[in-house]
């Protein structure tokens, strides 16, 4: 009996000594959560804190940890400032996030230097993962996600097109994109319009596109304030009354529907998630979202980006343990397929670049609620700016 409790004692002992040397690894997410793109943070946080109630804090036995920096209003140099701070003084050993092209941009040497594995829940400018052999993109690109869009528009009775886009990186690659594929269908473009990232006021830029008499008006503004305030523009300056056709991408996406209420019923927009659809792994997610952020919480583009970084980051943990190096990790990461809510995802393995399905949807109102239904399905879209691009750095 002695005998058998000083077993049972050093096996608890060990187990306790094993748990308290089991390795943290710790997972750096950069993202705004006050300013005009705070709705990103939020989201981030929503998703994670769902994540790890559905699938724990830990993965065999070892912590993971997420630890959140505020990169504010966009300001690419607090960025780097973090992922230093996060590198050198947290040591972290993935580091993630990027609202806006330049956050990331602004770290691309800092990751490439330290080695560390940087996972992209945003930045969707299609250049931004030849800035760093450290970076994987989990999110999208613009060019990806509107390339469907022209040529749909064109088969669907939208002959004319005006176009208008935030002047910055993303915004031009989705204009490009967009007639690229509505020019080479046979549509026509009566005018276009690169719209300062300061403006908030866009009636002039409105009745400029009414004036045009297109069939449509194709948009792209970062998702947050400034595409609420572009979209509800459209039908003040009268242009659905006028018979234009809305056409975008993340504005219309269903956290930001009850902004706008029925005068958005019938905007078209192209993107990689469509938060209404029916997959076993798109209600899962739903629910787990909406049991810790409450009934009201709704899923978006952010929410399923670091959901699916997770998932990597948990795979990583699993398959190399706590302690893998950089190029360990980005090797294995690229590798992997995940059946994410959005649909089957998958890497580019010289791109490190995001495959994925991209659907176009229209805005209906299903048992009095706004949301997005899929009209159209293209599958395992490459970002198509790399392919016409192979040498651009």
């Not at 560390?116 to 829940?121: G, R, S």
């Not at 398959?319 to 893998?324: D, T, V, W």
């Not at 190096?325 to 992997?336: E, H, L, N, R």
């Not at 299903?366 to 750095?393: M, S």
Request: charged content about 25%.
């Amino acid at each position: 009996m002695k005998r058998r409790l000083i077993a049972s004692a050093a096996a608890a002992l060990m187990t306790l000594s094993t748990a308290a040397y089991a390795d943290v690894v710790k997972f750096g997410i950069i993202a705004p959560f006050s300013g005009p793109f705070a709705v990103w943070g939020k989201q981030f946080k929503d998703s994670v804190e769902a994540f790890q109630k559905l699938n724990g804090k830990s993965v065999n036995g070892h912590e993971i940890q997420i630890i959140w920096r505020d990169e504010g209003a966009g300001d690419a140099s607090k960025s780097r400032q973090f992922a230093e701070e996060l590198i050198l003084r947290e040591k972290v050993n993935v580091l993630g996030g990027f609202a806006l092209t330049p956050d990331a941009l602004a770290v691309s040497e800092v990751i490439s230097e330290s080695k560390t594995p940087t996972i992209i829940l945003n930045a969707a400018t299609s250049i931004v993962t030849r800035k760093s052999p450290y970076f994987l993109r989990v999110s999208m690109t613009v060019a990806q996600y509107v390339s469907p869009l022209g040529g749909w528009a064109v088969q669907n009775g939208i002959k004319s097109i005006y176009t208008m886009v935030s002047d910055y990186a993303p915004g031009i690659d989705a204009q490009d994109e967009f007639l690229s594929g509505f020019e080479k269908a046979g549509g026509k473009v009566l005018g276009k319009d690169r719209v300062p990232l300061n403006v908030t006021d866009f009636a002039p830029y409105m009745e400029r596109a009414l004036q045009s008499k297109a069939d449509g008006l194709f948009i792209f503004a970062p998702a947050g304030a400034p595409s609420v305030a572009m979209v509800r523009e459209f039908e003040r300056r009268g242009l659905k009354a006028a018979g234009m056709k809305l056409l975008g991408t993340g504005e219309m996406q269903e956290i930001f529907l009850p902004s706008f209420g029925d005068s958005i019923l019938g905007a078209i927009s192209s993107t990689h998630y469509t938060e209404s659809n029916q997959r076993p792994e798109n209600i899962a997610f739903r629910k787990a979202l909406t049991d810790t952020a409450g009934k009201d919480a709704v899923p978006d583009m952010a929410s399923i980006a670091v959901w699916d970084a997770l998932n990597l980051v948990y795979a990583t943990v699993k398959q190399l343990g706590p302690k893998f190096a950089g190029d360990q990790a980005i090797d294995f990461m690229k590798a992997q397929t995940i059946n994410s809510p959005r649909g089957p995802i998958s890497f580019d393995p010289k791109e490190r670049d995001v495959i994925q399905n991209v659907y176009v949807r229209e805005v209906k109102k299903v048992d009095g609620k706004l949301i997005n239904v899929d009209l159209a399905t293209y599958e395992k879209i490459r970002d198509p700016w790399k392919d016409n691009n192979p040498n651009a750095k």
